[in-house]
């Protein structure tokens, strides 16, 4: 109970803090957190296909230009109504993410992951290509944020506010999402396939539509990229924007929402961190961060954050650690808990540990109740 | 209005200077520059900072910028990494202007991170100037762009260069062409065309084009060779493709008349790995500074104080790129602006630099002189045509 | 005539995909990972051998000290990093290995940097021509190469005893413990095996490609559709992959003319799809029965 008010508490001291901030803040300042929160809403959508339904993509980049492209030539070149070019840079993304994953999701793992590794080359290639449409590789400028009078704010202000008030609205309905219905069945999905169909859900039917959710969200992203910086190229469609994304993903939290928030963090300012001590260093920094969160950390920031708030209030209530209580576990727990991988033949490489559930903390049965495959080639 | 009230306090543009003129205090002139200092560029954009850096510090070491109203002021550099994302291009300039109060940002890397600022420019009316792309965008609407001036010869400028060597052969010939699939590419190309227009020179049928990210240029250039031209346009911007595609030609036995871009025909980089120096009968080539590493200019006074403030004040910079001798010169370049400027504004600055005109900023070939008074071009517009014999590229008298 | 030049370019370029691939097959099929960070290894290794050779050394004993040292840091690599993360979903493993790649390219430019280093070719440089059709002698040794590194892990892991616990190991972990076989040892081992392979891949397109950072990074996204299309455990698979994709691309980037030569990646993707929609094990790979 007291956990809720304290998460209900900071929750409203952080809402009132953004809505505050851009009043004092430079322009500068007031973009960078607008970019924040777009590179979340990325990231968030590459955890529902990926956190969520347990399918790694490398493809977010190739949506997230789709959907600045859709805000730059509907609302710049066309004229569009921005309502009408954020939809169309939702929906695009989608109708090709369910395109694409209808056949993809017939393909085992690997195929799949290499799959969505070709989706930003070829990106970047159609861009340049229809360069009538799109500028080409010297892009587009496409300025499309527009301040009602009646506010009385600075242009910048009025971004900020945009930007984040979509963004909140988009983790809102992510969050409804994955505590509901169709974050089981994502979970049932990943868990145990062979278990999720005997119950009635499609595996490919679930992994495709997750697909297509992460595709709405990166096209959602790149129409607040789109809104904030107002200006779109080839450059934001490349491969390395995926691998990072995905990196700052498992850094901020794989599986959770304030995770992917964290990854937005992240992936803006550990570049700018970066620069302070030697630029040059970036990727390097990139790498390592990703690999120590790995090694300590597997459930990102976020998870150790639950974990530390768990053992606090775990502290005060019992004078001593003890089991999560049940309420308390995010949903994202899950991806941890798994014995084995169902869906592909897993090569299982490693059993220098044995490969039964590890007791730890209490309740390790999710319900459906993990099988151990056996596995044998023919 | 809640808004309008708090919009005052803590928006405005920092330190720096006076509200009137921004950047400019008694003793100080604050400039920036953003440019790729991560990822696979970031050779070329470190040497472009290099080369700026060597050039200020050299100056404030002799005291500073002799500025027209007595004060001699030092310049400060502020540099921030941009990743060559046009998006935090944008976001530095921000920040150079309303956290660092810069008087402008001078000499920044890339066509589309440039694009991406110029918006930014017009909007807070700071001027970007200088920046170091072959892009015709950015000269060539002063009056839509007031704020904005590129530096260098165009990509087109090259292309018709490039075109006098095809022409100067004086007989019909065909050219095949490869070049890279943008509007880099493009622009060479249709430079090329306006300079054979009317001429007995020809393109070749099929123009092949390739990607920056391409792993060699064998099928194209196989492609060419079937064309039998005489003449290879070999519009390669990426080093290890140009390799690539002039080894693939010997190896194909043929020996066209090899036309290449400035900065993909150095003898020690491209000609001598592909082997092109001993197989080729004729290479030509553009060029419009001086090359550091050229035997003929190592007792030229201007390469011996560039060489030397690079390893002074610039070491982990790799000095043979032309990255660095283009930061130098356009740093130079800036240094001239300053120092006719009547008056501390950004507005004063612009209107210097538009009516710049020098004949001596050092690196810069001679006869190759800075004019930005010509409207719609490139402060620097002269490219020269060179030809490759004996080892070394000389001036080419096109007949 | 072009369309046979067409095609023997397409074998060379097949072949540099072909070499990546086979690592990539090798850590697969020993230890179960898709290893997006085998061409990021291979540079470093490649770094190594030009290192050597700058100090002296011979072009052929540089390349043998270098697979004998990428024996080692694969093996390394594996008990470090890798071993960490067997227990976790193979998302995560990808993600780790994806870490690598970050990590070592960032190692790997701030030791080297990124300017273009020539790498002495193994074989002499010379052309073969046979009427108007030409080949490079290097490329001619990168196959030949190829091919010989094929049946030499055709022999390693089907006629011999290591060759048999490696395969057991992947195969069934538990099963091979209890039967008594080091089983962290050899998943080291195939590591090593994967990385000295790299290594001879990256020495042998060096002199071709140029040596920087990210010198692979264009080869890994082939080499990885090579490796699926192959069917991911049949090292014979992925390398006949490699070379259809070379020539296909080729062809269809001359001849296709909506697909020309920027959308060549498109190829080997449809290819792959298509041919893993028809046929889900790759062209060379075994069926999987999975039992609940």
């Not at chain 1, 430079?26 to 956190?51: D, H, K, M, R, W």
């Not at chain 2, 510090?57 to 027209?68: D, K, L, T």
């Not at chain 2, 292309?159 to 060597?165: H, I, M, T």
């Not at chain 2, 504004?345 to 612009?350: D, E, H, P, V, Y």
Request: overall charge positive.
């Amino acid at each position: 109970m007291r956990r809720t008010w304290y998460r209900a508490g900071a929750l409203a001291a952080g809402i009132i803090v953004l809505a505050v901030l851009p009043l004092n803040s430079t322009p500068y300042t007031n973009y960078q957190v607008a970019l924040v929160a777009t590179y979340a809403v990325a990231i968030l959508g590459l955890n529902l296909v990926s956190g969520y339904a347990g399918q790694i993509s490398l493809g977010q980049s190739a949506f997230f230009g789709l959907g600045g492209y859709c805000a730059a030539i509907a609302t710049a070149r066309a004229g569009w109504p921005l309502p009408a070019s954020f939809l169309l840079a939702c929906a695009l993304p989608a109708a090709v993410g369910l395109l694409i994953a209808i056949p993809a999701v017939r393909l085992r793992g690997h195929g799949l992951a290499i799959f969505t590794l070709a989706l930003p080359l070829i990106g970047v290639a159609l861009a340049k290509r229809f360069l009538d449409l799109t500028g080409g590789s010297e892009g587009l400028s496409a300025r499309i944020a527009r301040v009602p009078g009646w506010t009385g704010l600075d242009i910048d202000q009025w971004t900020y506010y945009v930007v984040l008030a979509i963004a909140g609205a988009l983790f809102l309905l992510a969050r409804n999402m994955v505590t509901g219905r169709l974050g089981r069945a994502l979970s049932t999905v990943r868990e145990n396939e062979v278990v999720a169909a005997s119950m009635g859900i499609s595996p490919r039917r679930y992994k495709a539509l997750a697909f297509a959710m992460a595709a709405a969200y990166g096209g959602a992203a790149g129409w607040l990229y789109v809104y904030t910086i107002g200006f779109v190229s080839p450059v934001e469609m490349e491969l390395l924007l995926s691998i990072n994304l995905l990196a700052m993903m498992i850094v901020g939290g794989m599986g959770s929402v304030l995770g992917s928030l964290l990854g937005g963090v992240l992936y803006v300012y550990v570049p700018i961190v970066a620069g302070t001590v030697d630029p040059v260093r970036t990727t390097l920094l990139y790498g390592a961060i990703l690999v120590l969160v790995l090694f300590l950390a597997p459930g990102g920031i976020a998870r150790a954050l639950h974990r530390t708030g768990d053992w606090l209030s775990d502290l005060r209530a019992r004078k001593g650690p003890g089991p999560p209580a049940p309420g308390d576990r995010d949903l994202g727990d899950d991806w941890r808990r798994r014995a084995s991988a169902p869906e592909e033949t897993r090569k299982v490489h490693g059993a220098t540990t044995q490969r039964l559930p590890r007791a730890r903390g209490g309740d390790r049965d999710d319900g459906n109740g993990s099988h151990r495959l056996r596995t044998r080639r023919e | 209005m809640m808004g309008m009230a708090l919009t005052a306090c803590g928006r405005d543009e920092s330190s720096g200077g006076t509200q009137s003129t921004p950047g400019i205090s008694d003793s100080t002139v604050k400039i920036g520059i953003s440019v790729p200092l991560s990822g696979p560029v970031s050779d070329a954009g470190t040497a472009q900072l290099g080369g700026a850096k060597a050039y200020y510090e050299a100056i404030n070491a002799a005291g500073g910028v002799r500025m027209r109203d007595g004060k001699t002021r030092k310049i400060e550099l502020t540099s921030y990494d941009d990743g060559y994302e046009p998006g935090r291009s944008a976001q530095n300039f921000r920040r150079l202007v309303q956290q660092d109060g810069a008087l402008a940002v001078v000499g920044g890397l890339g066509t589309a991170q440039n694009a991406a600022v110029l918006p930014v420019a017009k909007e807070l009316g700071v001027p970007q100037v200088f920046v170091a792309s072959g892009a015709s965008l950015f000269s060539a609407k002063p009056a839509d762009n007031p704020w904005t001036i590129g530096w260098q010869p165009t990509y087109e400028a090259e292309g018709e260069a490039l075109a006098q060597a095809a022409i100067a052969l004086n007989r019909p010939v065909t050219v095949a062409v490869l070049r890279q699939n943008d509007d880099l590419g493009k622009a060479f190309l249709n430079g090329f065309n306006k300079g054979i227009e009317g001429s007995q020179v020809k393109l070749a049928g099929t123009i092949q084009t390739y990607e920056a990210a391409d792993t060699t240029v064998d099928s194209q250039i196989t492609n060419l060779a079937a064309t039998k031209a005489e003449v290879l346009l070999s519009a390669v911007a990426v080093v290890r493709l140009q390799i690539s595609a002039l080894t693939k030609a010997r190896e194909l036995n043929w020996k066209p008349v090899v036309l290449l871009p400035g900065f993909t025909q150095g003898f020690s980089t491209v000609l001598k790995p592909s082997g092109a120096d001993a197989y080729f009968d004729q290479i030509y080539s553009t060029g419009f500074v001086k090359i550091p590493s050229d035997p003929q200019w190592s007792s030229d006074q201007a390469v011996t104080e560039f060489t030397g403030r690079m390893k002074q004040y610039s070491p982990q910079a790799n000095a043979n790129l032309p990255n660095a001798v283009w930061g130098y010169a356009t740093a130079a370049t800036f240094v001239r602006a300053l120092e006719t400027m009547d008056g501390l504004t950004r507005q004063n600055l612009m209107d210097a630099i538009r009516k710049l005109k020098a004949d001596d900023i050092p690196m810069l070939l001679p006869g190759v002189t800075v004019d930005a008074s010509a409207a719609g071009k490139s402060p620097v517009n002269v490219t020269k045509l060179f030809k490759f014999a004996d080892g070394k590229y000389s001036l080419a008298q096109p007949s | 005539m072009r369309a046979l030049q067409q095609v023997i370019d397409g074998l060379a370029t097949g072949s540099i995909y072909g070499a990546l691939a086979l690592a990539l097959v090798l850590a697969h099929r020993a230890t179960g990972v898709v290893n997006f960070a085998q061409g990021q290894m291979a540079v470093v290794s490649t770094f190594f051998a030009w290192s050597l050779v700058q100090s002296g050394l011979g072009v052929v004993l540089a390349i043998a000290l270098t697979v004998a040292a990428s024996l080692l840091f694969g093996a390394t690599v594996e008990r470090v990093v890798m071993r960490r993360f067997e227990r976790e979903s193979p998302m995560i493993t990808i993600v780790a290995t994806v870490g690598l790649l970050l990590l070592l390219n960032g190692v790997s430019s701030l030791i080297w940097g990124y300017d273009l280093k020539a790498f002495p070719p193994a074989f002499s440089s010379g052309t073969l021509r046979a009427g108007e059709a030409a080949v490079s002698i290097p490329a001619l040794g990168t196959f030949l190469v190829l091919v010989a590194v094929v049946l030499v892990l055709y022999v390693l892991m089907m006629r011999t005893r290591l060759g048999l616990a490696l395969r057991a190991v992947a195969d069934n972990p538990d099963s091979s413990a209890l039967s008594g076989l080091p089983v962290g040892r050899l998943l080291m081992v195939g590591w090593g095996l994967a990385a000295g392979l790299g290594a001879i891949a990256g020495c042998l397109v060096a002199p071709k490609l140029y040596l920087d950072p990210n010198m692979l990074a264009g080869v890994l996204v082939y080499a990885l559709a090579a490796a699926v299309l192959g069917g991911f455990d049949s090292p014979l698979g992925a390398v006949v992959a490699a070379w259809i994709i070379g020539v296909s691309e080729n062809l269809a980037a001359t001849y296709i003319g909506v697909i020309g030569n920027d959308l060549r990646i498109s190829v080997p993707l449809l290819l792959t799809v298509l041919v893993l929609l028809l046929r889900p094990q790759g062209l060379f790979g075994r069926r999987e029965v999975v039992r609940v």
